[in-house]
Structure formats: structure tokens, C-alpha cells
């Protein structure tokens, strides 16, 4: 037996709790691993509340992410007692996830722990920061660098916004950080933000081109600050988007597009290949300070899950929360 958040689904409704769950009803997998840490991502958050679409099947055990030991493989890549972590790949949302004391998993959607990190700091890491590294990284890729001009950062507040923050400032970029919380301005400034903006200036609907500001963005909201911040890229600016907060729609104009040439690049994290994920948390390793990660988190364990998944729907939760599942 092992103890789980379940969520499931029938005639009573949609409902979430803490579960005593026996491992005969873990799903197929050639990876077993002894869960230690997992993760509250904005999802989970979805999945745990009912508020979105995010569980295909039921009954589900959420968390898109999980950080532990392996305790038995079937999978040529592992052997027991290897560290492991994963972020994505379906889990918590058609295969039962990371916010239990078990898991069993495919051995081919595992990225082995970096030596850097302990299971916790993976945690606090987790999809929320890797999805951060591998915006820095398309950034990097299309050639916006520390010299080429400020990079805004919407969400900033959040997991995916804090971690790119402080990626950013640290790799020598110059920040601006957009949140609807000004009391976090601190925090930000904390995390390395050289400039706290308001997201009222991007969240309405604003003009097809706007004054050219910004080399590079990481937008997680979508809608019109998406379009917004597009509408304010300067010439050749490039554009990361990872998140819908705002909506998944995209009220732009093709104006910056095919005036300024900017580039709009789509970030995916779930189905992302292996090679760029080892890649990502290998860049993790090196360039996030962990002054600053611990910061950006908080820790509860699995009897609270329920009740900071409401918070975190809310607006009510900064940075990222840690789950230690053993307690």
C-alpha cells in the first residue's frame, strides 16, 4: 500500500483526496520508483480542482512531475537504486503521476537526476523550470543574447516566470518582469528583475504594432499579452511562449510578424525529446543559483495538496511548490 492524491469521477462528481492505494493497481510500466518529492505545477492545479480538461481517464493519480529512487527495472537504461526524475510525458493526465509514494513508469520518459541536485531540488525545479531552461535556450538558439536587449518575462511570479527570471539576470540578461502582484515586486528584484511592470499595460487589447522594446520574451499567458508583447518586439526580436494562464486564444495581428520579422516560438514540454530534456536539466545544473531556487519555493507535503491546489488556482501561490510525499 502506498498513499496517493486520487482524483476520480462518477455518479457522486468530480472529486480529489488523499487515498491509501495498493501497488497491485499501479498501472503497466518497466520502471518502478520509490517516490520521494514531486511538484504543484499550474496543471496539476487544473487536474486536482476540476477547473480544466487536463484528466483523460479516471481514476488518475496526478503530478506531472516526480523526483526518487528506482526500486526495480525491466529497462536496459536503469537499475535499482538510480536516482531519477520526470517531467511530462502524459503522467498525471493519462498515466498515474508523481503526487504518490510509488510510481510505475515507462523507462524511456526518465532523465537521470543530475549530480547537482538532491530529489528535492529537482522538485523545486521541476517542469516549471525545465520548461524556463528550454525557453532560454530557444532564445539562445535564434541568437538573442545579454547585448541584444531587454527580455520581458510575463507571469513572473510564478513557477515558469520565476525560474526564467532568475536564469535570465544570472546569465546576464537584462529583465523586465511582469506581474499582477505588486506586492512581489521584492521577490522579483530578489530573483535578479531589473524592472517590475504591471500586467494591466498587457492584458487588454492593445495595437497591432506597439514602440519596439523588447529583443526576447517568455510569455506563459497567452491572449492579449501575448500579443502585446509581440506587438513590442523590436526588429528580429524572438518570442518564447509556454502558457495559457490568460486563455488559449491569440487576438495579434501578422504586423510584427512580417514587418519586424519577429519570431513566435512554441514551447512544449510533455512530448519534448529526451536528448533536450538531458540537455536542459544539464544547463539547469550549471547556470540556475541555488540561492535563488530556494527563494522561489515552498514546501507541503501530500496530506495539503488538495487545499494549495485551490490556492495556486487563485492566484494565491508564489514560485513552486515542493511535495514531499512521505508526509
Given at each position: ?17 488523499l ?32 477547473k ?90 535564434h ?55 504591471d ?5 487588454e ?77 544539464n ?45
Amino acid at each position: 500500500m502506498f498513499k496517493a492524491i486520487l482524483i476520480e469521477k462518477d455518479e457522486a462528481g468530480y472529486r480529489a483526496g488523499l487515498r491509501e492505494i495498493d501497488e497491485a493497481r499501479l498501472p503497466a510500466g518497466d520502471v518502478t520508483v520509490e517516490v520521494s518529492h514531486s511538484t504543484l505545477n499550474y496543471k496539476d492545479g487544473l487536474a486536482i480542482t476540476g477547473k480544466g480538461p487536463v484528466v483523460r481517464s479516471f481514476p488518475m493519480v496526478p503530478g506531472i512531475d516526480l523526483a526518487g529512487v528506482v526500486r526495480d527495472s525491466q529497462h536496459p537504461d536503469y537499475r535499482a537504486g538510480d536516482r531519477v526524475i520526470l517531467n511530462g510525458w502524459g503522467v498525471g493526465e493519462t498515466h498515474w503521476g508523481g503526487l504518490a509514494g510509488v510510481a510505475r513508469l515507462k523507462g524511456d520518459w526518465l532523465v537521470p537526476l543530475p549530480d547537482a541536485f538532491t530529489p528535492r531540488q529537482a522538485m523545486a525545479i521541476g517542469t516549471a523550470g525545465y520548461t524556463a531552461m528550454l525557453c532560454v535556450m530557444a532564445l539562445e538558439r535564434h541568437g538573442v543574447g545579454p547585448d541584444t536587449g531587454e527580455v520581458v518575462v510575463t507571469g513572473a511570479a510564478g513557477g515558469v516566470g520565476s525560474t526564467a527570471v532568475a536564469l535570465l539576470s544570472g546569465l546576464g540578461y537584462t529583465v523586465a518582469a511582469v506581474s499582477g502582484r505588486p506586492e512581489e515586486a521584492d521577490y522579483l528584484r530578489g530573483l535578479g528583475a531589473a524592472e517590475i511592470l504591471d500586467r494591466a499595460a498587457f492584458s487588454e487589447p492593445g495595437r497591432p504594432l506597439a514602440r519596439e522594446r523588447w529583443a526576447g520574451a517568455v510569455d506563459v499567458v497567452g491572449s492579449h499579452t501575448l500579443a502585446n508583447v509581440c506587438a513590442a518586439a523590436k526588429y528580429r526580436g524572438v518570442v518564447t511562449a509556454c502558457g495559457l494562464a490568460q486563455g488559449m486564444d491569440l487576438p495579434a495581428s501578422v504586423a510584427p510578424f512580417i514587418l519586424r520579422g519577429v519570431s513566435l516560438i512554441g514551447i512544449d514540454s510533455v512530448m519534448c525529446p529526451r536528448p533536450e530534456r538531458v540537455a536542459a536539466w544539464n544547463r539547469l545544473a550549471r547556470d540556475l543559483d541555488p540561492v535563488k531556487l530556494d527563494a522561489m519555493t515552498s514546501e507541503i507535503g501530500l496530506t495539503e495538496v488538495v487545499a494549495t491546489a485551490d490556492r495556486l488556482m487563485a492566484g494565491r501561490v508564489r514560485g513552486r511548490v515542493i511535495v514531499d510525499v512521505n508526509r
